[in-house]
């Protein structure tokens, strides 16, 4: 193994014990694979693409032959599996030479990928399935690295790699990726047999080395090396980004301004499709945003195409002071006018540069915005792309910092960004992808959402596509952390609040808005039960009642109101009330009477809402025994007592009252509650669902 050097700006996470275990170079290139996607100094999220070149039996022939594995289209290095892989003959791909028709003909080509396939079943081969295959290495990486990107992108790439490498790393200009920037490659490993790897202008790197520890080590060296020199440069001819013209407001100022701002953005971006948010002041958004320079780099867009096909090709920096009251009428308005005009030059931006077989104008709303002296947000169609969409921003701002240090930063030209984000190819990819769910860019907030129903309400959200706040006085992190395992961690949160405690209520929602841009569903879901007769009810017994079924309704419809007046979007309040809050059964005043209040609060509701578009609707459960909290505090007791059976028989007992003769199950008021969300009953609101099996005492008349 080579000898290597202290790492300072890369991760070295190889594990010799680990790798000793490994004995095929496939799986040694999965390896090597993972570990660099998990530096996003070196690649983001489905950035960049890895391979090996092995041996395999050609099932025709017979034959053993050399075949590639390359990480397939849409996929990651840092999640890759075998699975991920396009796995495809060398000879064929170098035979595809005589098929290749010019730079006119790039996307043809593509389909021809599928004719060199060793393994049918593998996945589909990418763009840059050349550019490794026409190379005659066995491994290989090509990567989007913050240093490298930063002479990529300079006015001087060319020469600073040139000295910086001693022409060990070569230049090849920006092309967009295809089978002649895979020709330009092989031609400048044939031309000069010493190099050890490519920049590619504007655009990442390529290194390479015959064994898999060997590439890792080179493609780490390398881009040290380029972070290295320019931790030098930074402040020597100037300071970075012309130095601070206005400083960041307090951390905790800067998320009440993110709090007021969220809403009000969601609501805009979220014209043509519901947008989901995200929200960081990370220190070098600030560095960035608070410059003299972000007037002049901000507009010029990024420069990998990585990076503005998660971002458009430039972001939208506010106009408005950081400590601005956000909700004042005149902001509004700065705000408001400022989107419009964005939308304006996208459009422009996109009649100047479309061709006759362009696909159509997309949202042309900003998915980055910039809000000097505060952070940065972002927006897409769910959680885990707005993040991501931060990450390559901040991605940007690194390789803007790098190449003003050293030369000056130099973006692609309209022309060519365009012809990357409405690529033939990009489109046909968009067009794959699975339908949106239906719940897809709505936020919910459940409380009560580590008991039976409400956790069942959360998953089957989830399920859904929604983004979800689980908010419980108890247990919140441990029911949150379960689905999290099931459903990823960008999709839900927990938050510990007590539905009694307004502070606490307020902070949960703060912390909901940070997390995910706004809301759209409220469902009322926290309960308690008490069962006694009239005399053994206590002024206690009461007020807790209340205040967890009654007032919290209120408390919470009031906050989700006013945030849905900011976002200006349609939304959902569902309460989950009880069959008890129609039906009046014995030993049940204080419970009976507090359900009543939710259900004809809903009603008060729907009637003052309907102008805001906020439905407001009901479910009524009836005898959810499992996994149900109310059962908790004697209530069981109480309610077997009253029914004159034992709390074993209760279950039983339920059931066999109703007329279909079913036991109620937390799922079944969640799907309830799902038919009221989903858009199935868009047009409803005021209304009452029962979910109690047939309960005639409890039919609305």
């Known amino acids: 193994m080579p000898n290597t050097i202290a790492f300072k700006y890369v991760q070295y996470l190889w594990d010799d014990a680990h790798a000793a275990s490994i004995n095929n170079e496939v799986d040694s290139f999965i390896y090597r694979s993972n570990l660099l996607g998990a530096d996003l100094r070196i690649t983001n999220y489905a950035g960049g693409n890895t391979s090996c070149k092995t041996t395999a039996v050609n099932p025709v022939t017979g034959n053993t032959e050399e075949v590639m594995w390359v990480k397939g289209s849409g996929g990651d290095i840092g999640t890759l599996t075998k699975k991920g892989c396009a796995v495809l003959y060398t000879q064929k791909l170098h035979e595809l030479k005589k098929r290749y028709r010019g730079l006119a003909f ?6 021809l990928f599928n004719y060199c396939l060793h393994d049918l079943k593998s996945a589909a081969p990418s763009i840059d399935t050349p550019l490794h295959g026409l190379l005659p290495f066995k491994h290989i990486d090509h990567l989007h690295p913050d240093a490298i990107i930063a002479i990529a992108a300079a006015k001087d790439g060319e020469q600073i790699t040139a000295d910086l490498f001693n022409g060990t790393i070569g230049w090849i200009p920006w092309q967009k990726p295809g089978f002649d920037l895979g020709l330009q490659l ?15 202008g504007g655009h990442g790197l390529f290194t390479w080395a015959e064994d898999s520890y060997e590439c890792y080590i080179n493609t780490l060296e390398t881009i040290e090396k380029a972070a290295a020199y320019l ?11 012309g130095g601070e013209k206005i400083n960041a407001l307090p951390a905790d100022q800067r998320k009440q301004q993110a709090v007021a701002l969220a809403p009000v953005l969601r609501g805009l971006v979220s014209s043509q499709v519901r947008m989901i948010g995200h929200f960081t002041d990370d220190a070098r958004v600030l560095e960035f945003i608070n410059s003299n320079d972000l007037a002049v780099l901000g507009p010029k867009g990024t420069s990998c195409p990585d990076h503005f096909l998660r971002t458009k090709i430039r972001p939208l920096i506010l106009q408005i002071p950081a400590d601005a009251a956000i909700h004042t009428a005149e902001t509004i308005s700065i705000i408001q006018q400022q989107v419009q005009d964005y939308r304006n030059d996208y459009t422009a931006y996109y009649e100047r540069c479309k061709h006759s077989n362009s696909p159509a104008l997309r949202d042309n709303n900003p998915v980055v915005f910039l809000y000097p002296g505060v952070g940065m947000f972002t927006f897409a169609k769910d959680k885990f792309t707005a993040r991501v969409a931060a990450e390559f921003y901040i991605n940007a701002i690194n390789v803007m910092k790098g190449a003003e240090a050293i030369s000056e930063y130099s973006g692609l030209s309209e022309q060519e960004a365009f012809n990357i984000e409405y690529w033939l190819l990009e489109e046909a990819k968009l067009q794959r992808m699975p339908k949106p769910k239906s719940l897809a860019g709505k936020i919910a907030y459940v409380t009560g959402a580590s008991g039976g129903i409400g956790n069942a309400i959360c998953e089957l959200f989830l399920q859904n596509g929604a983004c979800v706040v689980l908010s419980d006085r108890d247990n919140a992190d441990i029911a949150a952390t379960e689905l999290q395992q099931k459903y990823g961690k960008d999709f839900c949160t927990g938050v510990k609040a007590d539905v009694t405690k307004q502070t606490e209520l307020q902070h949960s929602f703060e912390e909901m808005i940070l997390q995910f841009g706004g809301i759209d569903i409220l469902v009322n879901c926290a309960g308690i039960s008490i069962s006694k007769p009239l005399e053994q009810t206590t002024l206690a017994d009461w007020n807790l009642l209340e205040d967890i079924l009654v007032k919290a309704q209120f408390i919470l419809s009031q906050q989700f109101t006013e945030i849905i007046r900011q976002q200006k979007t349609d939304a959902d309040i569902v309460n989950i009330a009880s069959k008890n809050g129609l039906y009046a059964g014995p030993n049940n005043v204080a419970y009976g009477t507090a359900k009543g209040a939710q259900i004809h609060m809903s009603r008060l509701l729907a009637a003052e809402l309907g ?6 609707n009901v479910v009524n459960p009836d005898a959810v025994v499992r996994g149900s909290k109310i059962w908790e505090n004697g209530w069981a007791e109480g309610r077997a007592k009253a029914y004159g059976v034992s709390v074993e028989e209760l279950p039983a007992y339920y059931a066999k009252r109703t007329l279909l003769n079913e036991e109620i199950l937390p799922e079944d008021i969640a799907k309830a509650v799902l038919a009221l969300t989903d858009g199935s009953l868009k047009k409803s609101t005021g209304n009452i669902i029962n979910v109690d099996g047939g309960f005639a005492g409890s039919f609305l008349r």
């Open 106 to 111: 790039e996307d043809e080509m593509v389909d």
């Open 186 to 200: 092989e031609a400048a490993v044939k031309n000069n047999p010493a190099l050890k790897g490519v920049v590619l």
């Open 231 to 241: 931790e030098t440069q930074y402040g020597k001819k100037k300071p970075v980004f």
């Open 611 to 616: 102008k805001d578009k906020i439905r407001v």
